[in-house]
């Protein structure tokens, strides 16, 4: 009677354990390529077992994976990456970890360049898991439909909603959708192919590529969807400055924006091949106040422009040599080789001045330790390092994360 009991209770075990199982899947280096390619949306905690937050977001995190799997979305998986067992395969490209818990998205086997930064609750978890599922296209009867405010358009034109271009084109708009709205043309008498409009009334710019070929009309359209001016807020500020890459702000007054479309231009002109190097940027110069206060600024000062590199702020020294044709482009290199830095103590360089002798550069990613404090100029009690940065307190918080340097130990 004793064995039949035992065996009644370990049978039971057996089922209660399998009940528990979450649907949440552990993703390693082994079969991440496989889930990738064969879901079209994959949701990944990237976590480590030591960080409280990590901790918390957990079973969340799991009853999203269940309550998805219940509702039956086959296309979709949750899963764990952990990056105490698998260091390597978190910091490397794609991914990029440098904190805990870290939500990433792909779709279509892409890895979103945006993490998932919303509620830390299980039906936040379940839409925006579903929102992503949603077609990202507006399909039109005629091209009139297109809006006539919108600026910065795609159009797919596709003879049938079942090609390989139709379904190309889908994939490129759930992972680019965010950055420009996606029409489609549908009919017999249209060419397979996709346009971009910068603005409504303009003419399309076609892609002369494979539309098939689904990388290279990412590219293309990567590069005309994000654009090289962007605003900065309380609400994106944390996003943007995880990207890494110092900023070129102009700081404006509101009541005088006009200056945001000539900056606009002028960077455009001058620093499209700096996209990789440095993020350009407008700031409303009354909601940072702040920044403007470490440059020792007020509104009277506005507009005004200035890189953060992180670690320290320079000012541009006038907003009007902006016009001369070089301008702008020379103060992003003169970041990048150190000049700025230098010129901060030695003052301005003639040819062959520092004789080889370099301070350091200015690194991208903040929080380095440096000595000084903000201010700024030459005049008597002046600290001895450009003001230090303010921007990169919009960084990710430690009361939401956890970083690799494992500060919770």
Same mark, same amino acid.
């Given at each position: 009677?004793?064995?039949?009991?035992?065996?009644?209770?370990?049978?039971?075990?057996?089922?209660?354990?399998?009940?528990? *199982?979450?649907?949440?899947?552990?993703?390693?280096?082994?079969?991440?390529?496989?889930?990738?390619?064969?879901?079209?949306? @994959?949701?990944?905690?990237?976590?480590?077992?030591?960080?409280?937050?990590?901790?918390?977001?957990?079973?969340? !995190? %799991?009853? *999203?994976?269940?309550?998805?799997?219940? +509702?039956?979305? %086959?296309?979709?998986?949750?899963? +764990?990456?952990?990056?105490?067992?698998?260091?390597?395969?978190?910091?490397?490209?794609?991914?990029?970890?440098?904190? #805990?818990?870290?939500?990433?998205?792909?779709?279509?086997?892409?890895?979103?360049?945006?993490?998932?930064?919303?509620?830390?609750?299980?039906?936040?978890?379940?839409? !925006?898991?579903?929102?992503?599922? $949603?077609?990202?296209?507006?399909?039109?009867?005629? #091209?009139? %439909?297109?809006?006539?405010?919108?600026?910065?358009?795609? @159009?797919?034109?596709?003879? /049938?909603?079942?090609?390989?271009? #139709?379904?190309? !084109?889908?994939?490129?708009?759930?992972?680019?959708?965010?950055?420009?709205?996606?029409? $489609?043309?549908?009919?017999?008498?249209?060419?397979?192919? @996709?346009?971009?409009?910068?603005?409504?009334?303009?003419?399309?710019?076609? #892609?002369?590529?494979d539309v098939t070929a689904f990388p290279n009309l990412m590219q293309w359209l990567n590069k005309r969807c994000i654009p090289m001016v962007r605003e900065i807020t309380f609400e994106n500020g944390e996003e943007l400055t995880e990207e890494g890459l110092p900023f070129l702000i102009l700081f404006y007054d509101p009541d005088q924006p006009?200056?945001?479309?000539?900056?606009?231009?002028?960077? /455009? /002109? /001058?620093?499209?091949?700096?996209r990789d190097t440095i993020n350009c940027v407008t700031a409303d110069g009354l909601k940072f106040a702040h920044p403007l206060q470490h440059l020792q600024k007020t509104r009277d000062d506005l507009p005004l422009l200035a890189i953060d590199s992180f670690r320290h702020m320079f000012v541009f020294p006038s907003l009007n040599d902006m016009?001369?044709?070089?301008? +702008?482009?020379?103060?992003?290199?003169?970041?990048?080789?150190?000049?700025?830095?230098?010129?901060?103590?030695?003052?301005?360089?003639?040819?062959?001045?520092?004789?080889?002798?370099?301070?350091?550069?200015?690194?991208?990613?903040?929080?380095?330790?440096?000595?000084?404090?903000?201010?700024?100029?030459?005049?008597?009690?002046?600290?001895?390092?450009?003001?230090?940065?303010?921007?990169?307190?919009?960084?990710?918080?430690?009361?939401?994360?956890?970083?690799?340097?494992?500060?919770?130990?």
């Amino acid at each position: 009677m004793a064995a039949v009991l035992l065996f009644i209770l370990a049978a039971l075990q057996v089922i209660l354990n399998g009940a528990s *199982a979450s649907a949440a899947v552990q993703i390693t280096p082994d079969n991440y390529v496989q889930l990738r390619d064969s879901k079209v949306v @994959v949701l990944i905690d990237f976590y480590a077992d030591w960080c409280r937050f990590s901790q918390q977001l957990r079973p969340i !995190f %799991e009853k *999203a994976a269940d309550e998805l799997k219940e +509702l039956g979305q %086959e296309n979709v998986v949750l899963g +764990l990456v952990d990056c105490e067992a698998h260091k390597q395969f978190c910091q490397d490209s794609p991914f990029h970890i440098s904190k #805990y818990p870290t939500l990433k998205l792909i779709r279509h086997g892409l890895v979103s360049r945006k993490e998932y930064r919303g509620r830390r609750a299980t039906d936040a978890l379940v839409e !925006f898991v579903q929102k992503q599922l $949603v077609n990202p296209l507006t399909h039109l009867s005629s #091209y009139s %439909e297109l809006p006539k405010d919108t600026k910065r358009v795609v @159009v797919g034109y596709f003879k /049938e909603n079942t090609s390989v271009e #139709y379904e190309t !084109f889908v994939k490129v708009a759930a992972n680019m959708g965010d950055d420009c709205p996606f029409y $489609v043309l549908i009919g017999p008498e249209r060419d397979n192919t @996709v346009g971009f409009k910068e603005d409504i009334q303009m003419v399309d710019a076609r #892609y002369d590529g494979d539309v098939t070929a689904f990388p290279n009309l990412m590219q293309w359209l990567n590069k005309r969807c994000i654009p090289m001016v962007r605003e900065i807020t309380f609400e994106n500020g944390e996003e943007l400055t995880e990207e890494g890459l110092p900023f070129l702000i102009l700081f404006y007054d509101p009541d005088q924006p006009e200056i945001k479309q000539t900056f606009q231009h002028k960077v /455009e /002109e /001058e620093l499209m091949d700096q996209r990789d190097t440095i993020n350009c940027v407008t700031a409303d110069g009354l909601k940072f106040a702040h920044p403007l206060q470490h440059l020792q600024k007020t509104r009277d000062d506005l507009p005004l422009l200035a890189i953060d590199s992180f670690r320290h702020m320079f000012v541009f020294p006038s907003l009007n040599d902006m016009h001369i044709p070089g301008k +702008l482009k020379q103060f992003v290199q003169d970041l990048h080789s150190g000049k700025l830095h230098r010129e901060f103590h030695n003052g301005p360089e003639h040819a062959g001045d520092h004789h080889g002798h370099q301070a350091p550069q200015e690194h991208h990613q903040g929080g380095g330790h440096h000595q000084g404090g903000g201010g700024g100029g030459h005049d008597g009690g002046t600290p001895d390092v450009p003001p230090d940065s303010t921007f990169k307190k919009l960084q990710p918080a430690k009361s939401r994360y956890s970083f690799a340097e494992r500060d919770e130990l």
